[in-house]
């Protein structure tokens, strides 16, 4: 129960205590930038597309892991 506990609160510091990253290719920072100053909504459409793409892997790993949980624990 220890262990596990000590897991789960190292995870929760790395998640509070990670530096923010602002980082973009130079082809999406000159899209962004570009529908700024023209007044077009491409880049709420670039935020979505970049959630999308982060969201999948995230599911897909979670479904994974709820699997393999719910297979091999102990009982």
Do not use: D
């Amino acid at each position: 129960m220890k262990k596990i506990l000590a897991i789960l609160l190292f995870f929760f510091t790395v998640l509070i205590v990670s530096p923010e990253a602002n980082a973009q290719c130079a082809m999406c920072t000159a899209n962004a930038e570009m529908g700024v100053k023209n007044g077009n909504t491409q880049t709420k459409g670039l935020n979505s597309g970049v959630i999308y793409l982060l969201a999948i892997p995230f599911l897909l790993a979670g479904s994974v892991g709820m699997v393999w949980y719910r297979n091999y624990r102990t009982k």
